[in-house]
């Protein structure tokens, strides 16, 4: 983190500008502008957007990562993983640090009184675990195809229209429904957002254990992939 930041004016204040000020703007345009008509849509918006920017934040800072650490690999015996985790936890307290700044104005000026701050630790670990897993999978897969980064970038931003985070999930037609109902990003937002925004234990609970399972796929797939390729890493790098 002290490297990210060295020789730049604001320092570890961008770890927080950007999250919160385009927490900011899309939350003047989607409730101003569009209209989205949502009750306390301040704090909708934030139980959808700030776990959302922590997660394309980490992969796209996570899936070069191996590649460009070539030189570190080939001179040192570092667990390859572990540089990984490294930059997965650097966001995530990039991430931390933005929520409590942004939640503490937006919770003031809530009339919601349907909020359960105090289960955050559950879908917060989860989310935590499943983008660990998914950027170790995708920065090994891109030592050995290089579109990797690029696909999934591309992917992301399709996702952030498809993924209901600026807008509830029953403004989506029913027949296209499926499509939310196939993406795993979804449900790991979901349960961080029924901790903070709309709380009722019969949708929190369901929804936590869908992304528990999520985040349980995603590191059994990790971690099979790791076993087979990783001795094939440092021919490639």
């Known amino acids: 983190m002290k490297a990210r930041y060295r020789k730049t004016a604001a320092g570890f204040l961008w770890v927080i ?10 939350s003047v345009v989607f409730r101003k502008i569009l209209k ?26 996570s899936i070069p990562y191996l590649y460009n650490s070539h030189n570190l690999l080939r001179g040192f015996r570092v ?11 650097d966001n995530f307290f990039n991430f931390i640090v933005a929520f409590l700044i942004v939640v503490i104005p937006v919770s003031f000026y809530s009339s919601s009184n349907q909020s359960a701050y105090y289960l955050l630790p559950l879908p917060i670990f989860i989310l935590l675990i499943s983008i660990a897993a998914i950027s170790s999978l995708a920065s090994l897969m891109n030592v050995f195809y290089r579109d990797t980064k690029f696909v999934l ?10 993924t209901p985070i600026f807008y509830p999930i029953e403004f989506v037609p029913q027949e296209y429904r499926w499509v939310i109902d196939i993406n795993p990003l979804y449900y790991l937002v979901e349960a961080f957002r029924l901790a903070v925004y709309g709380h009722y234990p019969s949708l929190f609970w369901p929804a936590l254990m869908k992304a528990s399972m999520v985040a349980l796929s995603f590191t059994l797939i990790s971690a099979i992939y790791w076993k087979r390729r990783k001795n094939d890493l440092y021919y490639y790098i």
Do not use: H, K, R
């Open 17 to 26: 500008l950007n999250p919160i000020i385009l927490y900011s703007v899309q």
């Open 36 to 61: 989205i008509e949502v009750p306390d849509y301040a704090l909708f918006l934030m139980g959808g957007l700030l776990p959302w920017i922590f997660i394309t934040n980490t992969l796209e800072m």
């Open 79 to 89: 667990n390859p993983f572990l540089l990984i985790l490294c930059q997965v936890l």
């Open 153 to 162: 970038t591309f992917i992301l931003n399709i996702m952030y229209f498809i």
